[in-house]
């Protein structure tokens, strides 16, 4: 960002990742980094002791963290008994001694859908157009690497997870489809949850609208910001 504005252009951040958003506008508390030793010794926990017994440590050592994370979710449970680890305190506490938050001035655009009916045969289109276009065989390139397994966050991404379970047999082939865009629709009422906090934002239903006239209500949206404020 700060590259992009010594340059006298504007940055553009883009997309559905909400959380990620809100780390950039709000900060992050003062956490540890990854250890690659520390996260080795709690993989090797995981593979001796499983999942389950990891997370009855996390409520012993951070009952208020455990509370907001499911016991099937590894990733969050190792990082935040790596955190523990590493810093000698809960996660919970090093949260609650303030983020580090950027100074930064933003303009918040949204482009809604708000008939719900209409974005999710959008969603399903979206995944069939995947199928079409050698999903399947993505993934199947991506399991003869050796190096990756369904465990791990990029494998466990909307499509990516169903499609593993289908090429190792657990599903048919209509249930991946199925299961995918279902999950695909979860994903985006949870987006649609983060975007109806935001307050100070201009929204835009673009089903309404052509590209061009979206186009152009971002480009009047970035070059005349006081107006857009007000």
Known sequence: IEQINQRNHIPLL???????????????????????????????QLRQRGLQSLYDELKLK?????????????????RALEVHHLSGEPLSALLKQGNRKPELSLTHLILDVEDRSTLHHRIE?????????GFEDEVKQLR??????????????????QMWEYLDGNYHYQDMV????????????????????????RRLNYLEYSNDEAFKFIETALTNYSDFEN
């Open 178 to 201: 199925d299961k995918s865009i279902a999950a695909t629709r979860q994903l985006a009422k949870r987006q649609l949850t983060w975007l109806r906090k935001y307050e100070k934002v």
């Open 144 to 161: 003869a690497r050796g190096d990756l397994n369904p465990g791990m966050p990029s494998m466990r991404c909307v499509g990516y997870r």
């Open 14 to 44: 883009v997309g559905g990742t909400m959380m990620y958003f809100n780390a950039l506008e709000q900060g992050m508390g003062p956490l540890p980094q990854s250890d690659a030793s520390t996260r080795l010794f709690l993989n090797e």
């Open 125 to 133: 289109q979206r995944f069939q157009k995947m199928l079409e276009l």
């Open 62 to 78: 951070d009952p208020e963290t455990a509370a907001k994370i499911k016991a099937t979710d590894p990733q969050r449970i190792l």
